[in-house]
């Protein structure tokens, strides 16, 4: 089945400086890569994804590449700011015959933004 | 409001006692999926549903059960539970388009004590 790592665990930023977050996945049926923001004791919620069709994709200071030849997939914050700190997932959805989509988490960054 | 809706929010019980939590979407989702969240191990998969009728294992099924008899409605049963599903559980939705890109939305949780 899919397999998709996440690295680092945890990171600590200066406020105003970059953020880069990593995954790799394992299986080539993937074809959409949304990244989650989970705030502390909140929902996960949706900022940014991408298709395979497409190799990067930005919204403001967030952004998202994809390298789909070496299945690795990264979100970069740019201008860190304080309410950018919370937990940072990466997913994977590869479908399945018969049209079942399967979606696999990364085991999530934890981000300080450290004023 | 479009929104995904999960009961009870806290529970805490005894092992073997069986309990149901509910989740209910009311954007016409055909997709569900069920979550449980533990430190270190990221959002992991227990079961999904494609539509009506129509569910299948994820990465962690063992001791959950689910059922969908109408498109709104997803709820997980545990039978029996033990203490080492204590967990954060996530119930989502979302569109099933296998080509598009499709948001999962949150519940707000499920914080499940098994003593």
């Known amino acids: 089945g899919e397999n998709v790592e996440q690295h680092p665990s945890t990171l600590s930023v200066q406020e105003g400086d970059s953020a880069v977050i990593k995954c790799t996945y394992s299986d080539s049926a993937s074809n959409y890569f949304p990244w989650y923001k989970q705030e502390l004791g909140k929902r996960p919620q949706l900022i940014i994804d991408i298709r395979s069709n497409v190799g990067e994709k930005k919204d403001q200071r967030i952004a998202v590449t994809l390298n789909k030849t070496a299945k690795h997939f990264s979100l970069h914050i740019t201008e860190t700011q304080p309410e950018d700190s919370a937990v940072y997932f990466c997913a994977a959805r590869a479908l399945r015959a018969g049209g079942y989509q399967k979606v696999t988490f990364g085991t999530g960054t934890k981000l300080q933004v450290i004023p | 409001e479009a929104q995904v809706t999960q009961n009870p929010r806290y529970l805490i019980t005894v092992t073997g006692k069986k309990l149901t939590v509910t989740c209910s979407q009311n954007m016409n989702h055909e997709y569900m999926s069920w979550y449980r969240q533990d430190p270190g191990l990221g959002l992991r998969q227990i079961y999904y549903?494609?539509?009506?009728?129509?569910?299948d294992k994820g990465d962690v099924p063992e001791g959950y059960k689910v059922s969908r008899k109408e498109k709104r409605n997803f709820p997980l049963i545990l039978e029996s539970p033990s203490p080492n599903q204590t967990s954060l559980y996530f119930c989502?939705?979302?569109?099933?388009?296998?080509?598009?890109?499709?948001?999962?939305?949150f519940g707000p949780g499920t914080r499940l004590t098994v003593l």
């Open positions: 989502a939705s979302s569109l099933s388009r296998p080509a598009g890109t499709d948001t999962q939305y």
């Open positions: 549903s494609m539509n009506v009728e129509v569910t």
